[in-house]
């Protein structure tokens, strides 16, 4: 299914945030230009979550407000949204303090990873199946 114009941005920001969960596991390749080693990708993972991922929680949770109501299945997993958003941000400031870094960060890539893959193959296709084009329209108007 072709993403919709209104969604395209948050699905065009999690490209990045793919790549970072990819980082943070532990079986994860060298990528050229980004740290190897744990307390680098913790820097790094904090860097991306303050600079620009903590944002587009926050647009996501925007949007979740705008399509209460659309769908029953919506309803719901946007509560899951919500909820996997929370726990992620307390793994990313987690970080700072951690006593087993590699875990936590191989935890937070995992999460990361399958939270972003749940909008994209589930969430994002409910929207763009159930939300009137009004709504479709006004998350466009907000994220654009």
């Known amino acids: 299914m072709k993403r919709h114009e209104a969604l395209a941005p948050l699905s065009r920001e999690h490209h990045g945030a793919l790549i970072l969960a990819q980082l943070l596991k532990r079986t994860a390749p060298e990528y050229k ?85 749940k909008e994209e193959r589930i969430l994002f296709p409910l929207i763009q199946e159930h939300c009137s084009g009004k709504v479709l329209d006004e998350i466009k108007d907000m994220l654009h």
Not at 39 to 64: C, D, I, N, P, Q
Not at 91 to 96: I, R
């Open 33 to 117: 230009g980004l740290p190897t080693s744990a307390a680098g990708k913790a820097e790094y993972a904090l860097e991306v979550f303050h600079g620009s991922l903590h944002a587009h929680f926050l647009r996501e949770e925007e949007m979740l407000e705008k399509i209460k109501n659309c769908n029953e299945l919506i309803d719901s997993m946007a509560t899951e949204i919500y909820d996997e958003h929370k726990q992620l941000k307390k793994a990313f400031l987690l970080l700072a303090d951690s006593k087993d870094l590699e875990t936590d960060l191989d935890a937070l890539g995992e999460n990361l990873d399958k939270h972003i893959r």
